[in-house]
């Protein structure tokens, strides 16, 4: 009888990223290397870094020997699910938003019309102020 493999998404491994419960995605399966921590050649900080994404690379990367890939089953708890991400799509636009530059460029300055008054206001007050001390 075979036995069967649990399926964990790459959201959920993610969680498990502290000292106490850290779990590392390598080569679509999932390991729990909370135990390991200590004992790892690299430091803990190592495969902490390695949480929350598929950590393939890195671990490619370093190199590792054949004895480690061999240590790395007594710490696989699962593989990751295969299933593609659903990804919610997002309303960009509204129905009520300007679509052209001249639209867009009236419609802020409706709403900011008091920063041109108070700039116009503060250069007329100067420049009587210069005026009269001449």
């Known amino acids: 009888m075979p036995t069967l493999t649990k399926l964990y998404s790459l ?8 000292k106490e419960d850290c ?38 990367d370093a190199g590792h020997s054949k004895s480690a890939r061999e240590l790395m ?24 938003q300007p679509t052209d530059f001249a639209d867009k460029f009236m419609e802020v300055t409706m709403q900011y019309w008091a920063v041109p008054v108070a700039v116009v206001g ?5 420049s009587l102020l210069y005026l009269r001390k001449k």
Do not use: M, R
């Open 23 to 60: 779990w590392v995605v390598i080569d679509g399966k999932v390991y729990d290397v909370t135990t390991y921590l200590d004992e790892h050649p690299g430091g803990d900080d190592v495969l902490l870094a390695a949480t929350g994404k598929d950590a393939t690379d890195d671990f490619e």
């Open 11 to 18: 959201q959920e491994a993610s969680e498990h990223n502290t």
């Open 122 to 126: 503060i250069s007329v007050v100067a």
């Open 73 to 96: 089953q007594d710490y696989c708890i699962g593989e990751l699910d295969p299933s593609p991400l659903v990804i919610p799509e997002l309303e960009i636009f509204t129905k009520n």
